[in-house]
């Protein structure tokens, strides 16, 4: 007992020595939480937006995609998994390919798995044909009127190319509400990688503190709460966050509630 006392003893004597020698490491944790905090009850600078799912509806290139696999809609997670897989295996392997490539060469491989024969052409028009005029969710034209007439800088980030989501924007009519579109194209990196978000926050001449995405993906929100950013999550039916990262500030299951909680900072 006696013995236990001591160790207690010189543990606590230890720390303490820690804590005047660098307070910094000491304290750091609960420094860092605090800024959280107080950054928290501040409106970010930037708002970055997910396209795809996140302010797209998506139905129409899953069905697009399910009939390709021969009606097999039970394996359009699968699929939608294994493109981001290889768009991550792309990024560590230092190459890049257009996300809508990776995403019909995963279709092949899906396919492939399951019995399927699909070719590089039919693959290809399978997602490209359809993703190319994607229409807005329901609430997400209104939501994105209010943001910026609350006086917020709407920025589009994808991992989804520059023609692409100019594409898409013009389709479903919302190039006005952007201030600027940012893809990945550009510095050939997928998110989640956290160089991607490190880029962005750069290009729109923020700190990465002063950033905060809107993703419909527990992976995006992850990724850019690993690069110091803020987050609000969309929970859209099927989308789930993932357990191991810290949770976002704002979860909500459409736009237009995060547009309110963000109208509500100061």
Known sequence: MKKEKNNRRDFIKKTAMIGLAAPHLAFSSTLQQTTKTED??????????????TLLDLTAMKESVGKALGNRSDLLPLWFTTMLQYS?????????????II???????????????ISETDAREAILGPIRSLPAHPEVKAALQKLRDAGY??????NSSNKGVQTQFENAGLIEFFDARLSIEDIGKFKPDTDAYDWAARKMGVQSNECLLIAAHGWDIAGAIWANWRGAFVSRPGAQLYPLAEKPEIIAPNLTEIADKLIALK
Do not use: C, W
């Open 153 to 158: 800088k709407l920025v589009s980030f994808t």
């Open 88 to 100: 991550l295996v792309t990024t560590v392997g230092r190459k890049y390919n257009d996300f809508g």
């Open 103 to 117: 995403g019909a060469a995963a279709l092949q491989m899906v396919a492939s798995n399951h019995g399927i024969t």
């Open 40 to 53: 928290m009850n501040t409106r970010p600078k930037v708002l970055f937006f997910d396209v795809n799912e």
